[in-house]
């Protein structure tokens, strides 16, 4: 072993440029890797961090009275990971009045929420605008304080079912931001279940609540399990125990981790607590969404950075065959005086392990580096993650360094010595030329991919506690065959295409002229400007099919974000604040805004199924949003914009509600629709004049869209709650404007940036700017490179031969033509490979997870200025290498290499 050690350090100091060139080599290709994981890594807790963020309260637990949910609370606060633990109790209320200076005013009937007075420690699913929570008053929602003209300090009288009042003084105004969480039927083998949220919301201290409306109505018995999903259908108290974990807990790791955690947190308490409580769990909901797209998340980031890594390692392979034909020599030196295979293999090992540790530093370095620079914001890295990415870079180059090693010495360590210190090599085609597994490869992905867009491929994420992700091993066959064929093709081919193409060139060239001569080298040296192409090739191809995907891939994200949020601005606020204050003028007035357009977004029910209905302005809904003809069936938007508008009583119903109750246009659909002014279900007559399948801010499955007016003259619910608008400028400058317009009316406004970064609905809810940036310059950086190598192994092969033209008395300048030849042969023809591979590369990558965009991609779309940085990056690679060849070839030891080639013969 001693041995192998004196000889893998001496083999490196001798060669101290090319240890150099293979250890920069090897840093560049592990920081690849290195700045993935970062990445990766940081995207997955993000999205852990956003899911549960989002979740207002985690969970509900129904029990039977105050005095066990206040005890149970206590004992349930004391847990490890709960933030928080609270005993709350709902209950109806069949209508409320209020006598002040204006007159008698009244509401219909709603529901009463209530909480403790440290309630808001960690649970926010509503906010005071004014005044607060006080024993003995109560709190009114927003829109039920303007119905009633109630202030503070004023007394309103609530009526409870069986006859019962109770007066309450006005202790403070809200606005309930969670009510369809805070009322839905509490049935744990159910879970979560949708609810028509409550049309009017009061709010009061636990204790004020147990001490009336708690004597007055009767307690339900276990879970509710419809009591919340109509309002009007519970008719006593429901007491719960509402639990919101530690965020710390949970955060840190993936969706997946966080779910699994929070199952194990839930579980323990109830198992602490059996037969006492179960719980309906909010939290394990969303996380189980985020997972899916966390796994989603992960599929691509597979798809997108293996190729990447593989080839980038495959650089260390490259710049390894630079004295392929030396270690085969030495090697064959080393046999010949004793020297056993297993000792050469130790000292290959100790190379790759010394220029692998190296390579592996710095490659962290690297990798540290260009995420601080290229991806916005802390990526959470600690010592414990840098020591592991550190570990997997220094593994990774020392791994891929011994590899390409083996791969370019192996051969010597199986062939005679005597073929070894010659140089020759073995001749023959290798199994896979003769099965012809590129040929088959390329015939399998184009089938591969033909049947996955036929059949439309589809991913399905699995909805249990621990969710997988249900992939076709087509997703992954197609392109992955697509590079293994392509990569198996240009090593067939041998550079014979080249060969023949300089050939014809030169032919057609005529004489004997300089053009010709260097075409006619060239074109014997087909296998080597071959070997340079596959590398250059397939890494341009790399960068423009992950920069054509990655632009794409943007450009549905923001259109996936407007979808969802509905337009470039959205304005909500409490039903009647829109219509009595003007917002849509108001807002309009907005520096910025370019148009508006009001929208009521409320509930109806088809049936038995509670789905979303949308009350708009078709006149001036398509200037505050973008309507496209794909959003609709059997017409275009503009058609069916009109048609809404010149019938009163039309609706458009989502495809879904369509099969399901098979409708069709001109259908007389009855809904029941909830009249806020009784707080009563009563039949809306509506008719069907389109078939919608997606539209603004709607929700992916079943909904509506009816007219304005008519929703409202059905609903009495005070008119629109959101406004939509349209910018002109920044959307998220002239979103701070609006806000401050509409301040102190309890407007909630969003912006399609804010949106873009936080759509949870499908694979675009992945963010690809800080990996496609980090792809983008580490695919210039590599492509620059693999030409640099390429330039340098030219020097290196020929360097007896530009000897020998040099002692004949050729020109340095005429020399560096051959130099400068091949680089521009490998350098055209990567540009092309670029062209054709990568272009059906992103065609592929986009197709198969088109059923994830939403809606899909009309084209695809061209990062130009990337793929002009990417072609630069090649072509200054290949000058910089022209010009030290250069150098170098003037301080070329003509008489020593002449030696060297007279003793090696």
């Known amino acids: 072993m001693s041995a192998a050690v004196g000889l893998g350090l001496a083999r490196l100091r001798r060669r101290p440029g090319a240890t150099l060139t293979q250890g920069l080599v090897l840093a560049v290709a592990v920081a690849l890797l290195g700045a993935m994981i970062l990445f990766i890594g940081h995207s997955l807790r993000t999205m852990t961090a956003t899911a549960t963020r989002s979740v207002p309260l985690d969970l509900q637990g129904p029990v039977t009275s105050y005095q066990q949910a206040s005890t149970l609370a206590q004992r349930i606060g004391r847990e490890p990971d709960v933030a928080q633990s609270s005993p709350v109790a709902t209950a109806p209320f069949t209508g409320i009045g209020h006598h002040g200076a204006e007159g008698a005013t009244a509401a219909g009937s709603g529901q009463v929420l209530a909480v403790p007075p440290n309630y808001f420690s960690h649970i926010e699913t509503f906010r005071f605008l004014h005044g607060g929570l006080r024993p003995g008053q109560i709190v009114l929602d927003q829109q039920l304080a303007a119905t009633l003209r109630a202030r503070l300090g004023d007394t309103v009288t609530l009526h409870l079912g069986g006859g019962g009042t109770r007066r309450f ?75 919101q974990l530690d965020r710390a807990a949970l955060e840190g790791g993936t969706p997946s981790q966080a779910l699994t955690k929070a199952g194990q947190i839930r579980n323990s308490i109830e198992r602490e607590l059996t037969g006492q409580i179960r719980f309906v769990d909010n939290l394990s909901a969303d996380l189980e969404t985020a997972a899916g797209d966390a796994l989603y998340a992960e599929a691509l980031f597979i798809l997108l950075a293996v190729p990447g890594a593989l080839l980038a ?105 005597a073929s070894g210190r010659r140089g020759s090599g073995r001749s023959g085609k290798p199994l896979w030329q003769r099965l012809y597994l590129d040929l088959l490869c390329l015939a399998l992905s184009g089938l591969v991919f033909w049947l996955t867009a036929s059949t439309g491929f589809s991913a399905v994420v699995n909805p249990d506690s621990n969710p997988t992700l249900s992939l076709s091993i087509y997703m992954f066959f197609a392109p992955a065959l697509l590079w293994i064929g392509a990569t198996l093709l240009l090593v067939r081919l041998r550079g014979r295409l080249f060969g023949w193409t300089a050939r014809l060139l030169g032919g057609a060239a005529g004489g004997t002229g300089r053009r010709r001569f260097l075409l006619a080298s060239a074109s014997r040296r087909g296998a080597a400007i071959n070997r340079g192409l596959i590398f250059v090739g397939l890494l341009l191809a790399f960068g423009v099919s992950m920069g054509v995907f990655a632009r794409t891939y943007d450009q549905q994200a923001g259109v996936d974000a407007q979808l969802t949020l509905g337009a470039d601005i959205t304005a909500q606020a409490p039903p009647g604040v829109t219509a009595s204050k003007g917002l849509a003028r108001k807002i309009a007035a907005v520096p910025g805004v370019s148009a508006t357009s009001p929208v009521d977004h409320s509930y109806a029910y088809v049936g038995p199924d509670l789905q979303d209905v949308f009350g708009i302005e078709p006149r001036t809904i398509s200037s505050a949003t973008t309507l496209r003809d794909s959003y609709f069936l059997g017409a275009g938007a503009q058609t069916l914009m009109t048609r809404l508008q010149e019938n009163p009583s039309g609706i458009l119903v989502s495809k879904e509600t369509i099969l399901d109750y098979s409708l069709k246009e001109g259908d007389l659909l009855r809904l029941r629709v909830l009249d806020h002014r009784t707080g009563r279900f009563h039949i809306v007559p509506f008719h069907v004049v389109g078939v919608v399948q997606e539209f603004p801010a709607a929700p992916r499955d079943s909904f509506m869209v009816a007219n304005l007016s008519y929703l409202s003259a059905a609903d009495h619910g005070g008119g629109p709650n959101t406004v939509f608008a349209a910018s002109s400028e920044n959307p998220s400058t002239v979103g701070r404007r609006v806000t401050q317009a509409t301040k102190g009316y309890g407007v909630t406004v969003k912006n399609i940036d804010e949106q873009t970064a936080q759509t949870v609905s ?104 990337f793929i002009a940085l990417l ?27 002449l030696r060297e080639d007279t003793a090696q013969r």
Request: charge should be neutral; proline fraction near 5%; include cysteine.
């Open 169 to 243: 003084k006005v202790g403070g105004v809200a606005i309930v931001s969670s009510s369809d969480v805070l009322f839905q039927p509490l049935n744990p083998l159910a879970g979560p279940a949708p609810a028509q949220p409550p049309a009017n919301v009061a709010i009061l201290p636990t204790a004020t609540f147990a001490h009336t409306i708690g004597r007055v109505l009767p307690t339900l018995k276990g879970s509710s399990t419809g009591a919340a999903a109509v309002p009007g259908a519970a008719t006593g108290v429901q007491w719960q125990v509402q639990v």
């Open 871 to 897: 072609g630069a990056g090649a072509l200054a690679g290949a000058v910089l290498a022209s010009v030290v060849a250069a150098i170098s070839l003037r301080r070329l030891p003509l008489g020593q290499t």
């Open 313 to 417: 390692l495959g650089l260390a392979y490259l710049a390894a065959l630079g004295t392929v034909d030396r270690d085969r020599r030495e090697l064959a030196l080393l046999r010949a005086r004793g020297a056993s295979r297993r000792s050469l293999l130790g000292m290959a090992a100790v190379e790759s392990s010394l220029v692998g540790l190296l390579a592996g530093a710095l490659g962290a370095g690297v990798s540290f580096l260009a995420v601080s620079v290229l991806v916005e914001g802390s990526v959470g890295l600690t010592v414990a993650r840098g020591a592991v990415v550190v570990g997997v870079c220094i593994a990774l180059a020392i791994l891929g360094g011994f590899v390409a090693r083996l791969g370019t010495g192996l051969r010597s360590l199986s062939e005679t010595v």
């Open 762 to 865: 499908s694979i675009t809810t992945v963010d690809l700017t800080g990996i496609s940036r980090l792809e983008q310059a580490f695919a210039i950086l590599l492509a620059a490179a693999a030409m640099w190598l390429f330039v340098s192994l030219v020097v290196e092969e020929r360097r007896h031969e530009f000897a020998t033209m040099a002692a004949l008395g050729a020109s340095l300048r005429d020399i560096g033509a051959f130099v400068r030849t091949e680089a521009l042969a490998v350098l055209g023809g990567a540009v092309i490979l670029a062209a054709g591979l990568g272009w059906l590369m992103a065609e592929m990558l986009v197709a198969m997870l088109q059923h994830v965009f939403d809606p899909p991609p009309d084209s695809l779309a061209v990062p130009w200025g």
